[in-house]
């Protein structure tokens, strides 16, 4: 399990930007490929962005392709999501999480092992 945790999250207007952080509490997290993800109230998690451990595979759901940007910082340790753009319905939890792979364009799904964190609150209200 990687122990992972999420920050960056907040109250927003429509078409503003927040910058999520997903990092990890105790070793590397630069040579795993990694996943957010978002949860809406009432409805299932599903995966947003992910990213390839050296940054060059990466995934991005219809819903925010355009608007949001994964990226990775190795010297920090960590794995960022910068959401510009945003609307209402991007308003939820999102979570970071260790995914099987990211290739061809595809996120791979979260290994049974890893358990879910906190998660970042993100709110789009005007």
């Known amino acids: 399990q990687l122990q992972l945790v999420e920050s960056g999250g907040g109250l927003v207007q429509p078409g503003g930007s927040l910058r999520l952080s997903c990092a990890r509490s105790?070793?590397?997290?630069?040579?795993?490929?990694i996943g957010w993800f978002w949860q809406a109230p009432g409805k299932e998690r599903e995966a947003v962005s992910c990213?390839?451990?050296?940054?060059?595979?990466?995934y991005y759901a219809d819903s925010v392709k355009g608007r949001f940007t994964i990226s990775r910082d190795y010297a920090e340790n960590t794995v960022s999501l910068q959401m510009n753009s945003l609307k209402s319905e991007d308003k939820g939890v999102y979570y970071c999480?260790?995914?099987?792979?990211?290739?061809?364009?595809?996120?791979?799904?979260?290994?049974?092992?890893?358990?879910w964190g906190q998660g970042t609150q993100v709110t789009v209200s005007s």
């Open positions: 105790t070793g590397t997290l630069n040579t795993y490929p």
């Open positions: 999480a260790r995914v099987y792979h990211v290739q061809f364009g595809s996120c791979g799904t979260v290994p049974a092992i890893e358990t």
């Open positions: 990213v390839s451990p050296d940054g060059e595979s990466t």
